[in-house]
């Protein structure tokens, strides 16, 4: 820290890009190696993006460009990986009931191992076994610690866009099931994705957010092509008719919303429904009432 301290004293902090640069040849700093250098630079760094968010009235996300997450689930770490997948998320269940996290992070693959684990196949028995046993809720995050080559990377990342699809395939699978034992399914809940855009406020800023990735919309899309209505769009082909709004930036004051709580009817039943409908005025959530009126 004292070979880089003294080079920002007097300087213009408005001009923070060009000083990080500086300060590397300053004192021939680039002759540092890796953590001896970043880390007391980066907390330089950090001290002058807090200093300038204080002065301007911003926080430091908002100085550096649009934020899309205002709130962010500490997770549960799990550090073992020389153990089986099942083993995995017993410890798992274990650390989680105790701490009450709402996020939880799990090892894949080897540490540096240029694609070896063990045991082997861990890694694609414990992707779908996580979201399987903490549910579509749990914030879940995978750290490989440069485990893989570069083709191997891509497909691990596939198995982790895949792993959210499971419950649904699983959910669509069971529901077929039921409409071909002749039952009429009213399938309603929060189910986290906005369909269309016409679905949220800000399609273009989300659509590489959790809740409008291409992939989760496609389910949506293979959903009803078995024969699944959206209610709501049974009646409203209207924009901006929302179920959810983030409450830390008081979207609901401005219906900057997301249409992601639905009532779905099986082709079977469609014609018992008479009107369906959203209830924005209703307060006590981040979540307003949605519902529907049946003949019986």
């Not at 989680?96 to 996290?101: D, G, L, R, T």
Request: hydrophobic content about 35%.
């Amino acid at each position: 820290m004292n070979r880089i301290k003294p080079y920002f004293k007097g300087k213009d902090a408005r001009d923070l890009e060009d000083l990080l640069e500086g300060v590397y040849v300053y004192q021939s700093n680039y002759k540092l190696q890796n953590l001896a250098l970043w880390v007391p630079l980066a907390t330089v760094e950090f001290a002058i993006l807090d200093m300038l968010g204080h002065i301007s009235g911003k926080s430091i996300g908002e100085l550096i460009g649009t934020i899309h997450n205002r709130e962010i689930a500490v997770y549960q770490a799990n550090g073992d990986r020389g153990i089986s997948a099942e083993k995995t998320i017993e410890q798992m269940l274990k650390e989680v009931e105790e701490s009450k996290a709402k996020a939880v992070k799990f090892k894949v693959g080897g540490r540096m191992s240029n694609n070896y684990e063990s045991p082997a196949g861990r890694t694609e028995k414990l992707i779908p076994l996580v979201r399987k046993t903490f549910g579509d809720k749990m914030v879940c995050y995978a750290d490989s610690n440069g485990s893989y080559t570069a083709d191997e990377a891509i497909r691990i990342g596939k198995l982790l866009e895949e792993y959210k699809m499971d419950f649904y395939d699983a959910f669509l699978d069971y529901s077929n099931k039921l409409v071909k034992k002749g039952k009429k399914l009213v399938i309603c809940g929060d189910v986290n994705t906005a369909h269309k855009e016409i679905d949220l406020a800000r399609p273009k800023e989300n659509s590489k957010t959790s809740g409008f990735l291409q992939i989760e919309r496609e389910w949506m899309d293979k959903f009803f092509s078995h024969n699944y209505h959206d209610t709501f769009r049974m009646f409203n082909d209207e924009p901006e008719n929302y179920s959810w709004w983030d409450q830390v930036t008081r979207a609901r004051d401005r219906n900057v919303g997301w249409r992601i709580d639905y009532f779905f009817v099986s082709d079977n039943f469609k014609k018992n429904v008479k009107d369906a409908f959203i209830m924005p005025d209703v307060m006590g959530s981040d979540h307003c009432p949605v519902g529907i009126d049946i003949q019986i």
